[in-house]
């Protein structure tokens, strides 16, 4: 890790006003290095491959002060399973329904046109998942089989 992704890491959480403790650091640079939107469970696994002392409630409540001070943000897919994912600019998910990858793809304008919908709510913000088939398992399903 070079000495500007540890300062950069070690400012975002400063900024938020969370202490620099060695488990945030090291979930936030597991996140920064592998933008694969891992579950709590992987990031524990991989946290702890490095610093064999974090608890899975330590792992679970660094994650939700991190959620909670927009330093990383919830992907919800199909099957219960939560997501991390440290890209905070506008952007959707793509999952592919036989595979479970999941990818960043471009945010578009999404209009919701339902005004007795949200006549007493205020809309803060939304979230888009598509599903279909990634290109390389769309490209397995139309390959004849050798």
């Known amino acids: 890790m070079s000495i500007?992704?540890?300062s950069l890491i070690?400012?975002?959480l400063r900024e938020a006003g969370l202490k620099?403790?060695?488990q945030r650091y090291a979930v936030l640079d597991y996140l920064w290095r592998h933008r694969t939107h891992?579950?709590?469970?992987e990031i524990e696994a991989a946290v702890n491959y490095r610093f064999p002392c974090a608890s899975r409630?330590?792992?679970?409540?660094?994650?939700?002060?991190?959620r909670e001070a927009g330093l990383v943000q919830e992907i919800y897919v199909r099957g219960g399973v939560t997501r991390y994912d440290i890209r905070l600019e506008p952007h959707h998910h793509f999952v592919c329904r036989r595979c479970g990858r999941?990818?960043?793809?471009?945010?578009?304008?999404?209009?919701?046109?339902?005004p007795d919908?949200?006549?007493?709510?205020?809309?803060?913000?939304?979230?888009?998942?598509?599903?279909?088939l990634c290109a390389?398992?769309?490209?397995?399903?139309?390959e004849p089989s050798s």
């Open 4 to 6: 500007e992704t540890r």
């Open 102 to 114: 999941l990818e960043d793809i471009s945010a578009v304008v999404v209009q919701v046109e339902a």
């Open 10 to 12: 070690e400012q975002r």
């Open 136 to 142: 390389a398992c769309r490209r397995n399903e139309v």
């Open 20 to 22: 620099v403790t060695p």
């Open 38 to 41: 891992p579950t709590a469970d």
């Open 57 to 66: 409630a330590t792992v679970y409540n660094t994650l939700h002060a991190l």
């Open 117 to 132: 919908l949200f006549a007493e709510r205020t809309v803060e913000s939304f979230d888009v998942v598509v599903h279909g």
